[in-house]
């Protein structure tokens, strides 16, 4: 089975596997359906999904629900492109917008759904993780895990680090930089 796991960006810029979740589904795939369900999905088409859709209009969105006011929806999906980080400062908001994105846009009780626990588990990395300069998420097992890549000498797998490298972003940087622009 699948599965999306959420990294703790160590002091020293690497990133490190914290826990993994079974089921990417309820995970970013989630946050995905529950937002062009409600902003994108066209009700003229009888089947009308992220996955056999035109994926830009999801990867645009956050432009959009920030020009609506919509900010928490806006947080939540940002966080799930490619090496999206949440800096420590903002773990606390980040936990916050994961829970009301949870009981805005809620799932039927069998669905697959990580929200809550993904919100508990950065919350815990808060406690016990002090040293830690934020987190980002590997949202799918069945993709390259981004957060890893490949010694040029040895073509052994090393943790991405964010001090050495600049291919990463911040989600609440890139949220202020979409609200400098409404």
């Not at 089975?1 to 596997?17: L, P, Q």
């Not at 309820?26 to 359906?33: D, E, K, T």
């Not at 009981?103 to 950065?122: G, R, S």
């Not at 390259?144 to 911040?170: C, K």
Request: proline share 4%.
């Amino acid at each position: 089975m699948s599965y999306c796991s959420i990294y703790v960006i160590d002091k020293d810029g690497s990133a490190r596997e914290y826990r993994m979740f079974s089921n990417s589904w309820g995970g970013a795939a989630r946050i995905w359906s529950a937002l062009w369900d409600h902003y994108v999905r066209d009700p003229n088409k009888e089947y009308d999904s992220w996955m056999h859709g035109d994926q830009n209009k999801l990867w645009d969105l956050p432009k959009s629900l920030v020009q609506k006011g919509c900010i928490t929806p806006a947080i939540v999906l940002i966080s799930t492109f490619d090496r999206a980080i949440v800096k420590r400062e903002k773990l606390s908001d980040f936990t916050a917008a994961l829970r009301q994105f949870d009981k805005q846009y809620p799932v039927e009780f069998d669905t697959a759904n990580h929200l809550p626990t993904w919100a508990d588990t950065i919350d815990e990395i808060a406690i016990k993780e002090p040293e830690c300069i934020g987190i980002g998420f590997f949202q799918t097992s069945v993709a390259e895990d981004l957060w890893y890549e490949e010694d040029q000498d040895t073509g052994e797998a090393i943790p991405y680090n964010v001090l050495s490298d600049n291919r990463h972003f911040s989600v609440y940087k890139h949220l202020d930089d979409l609200l400098d622009n409404v």
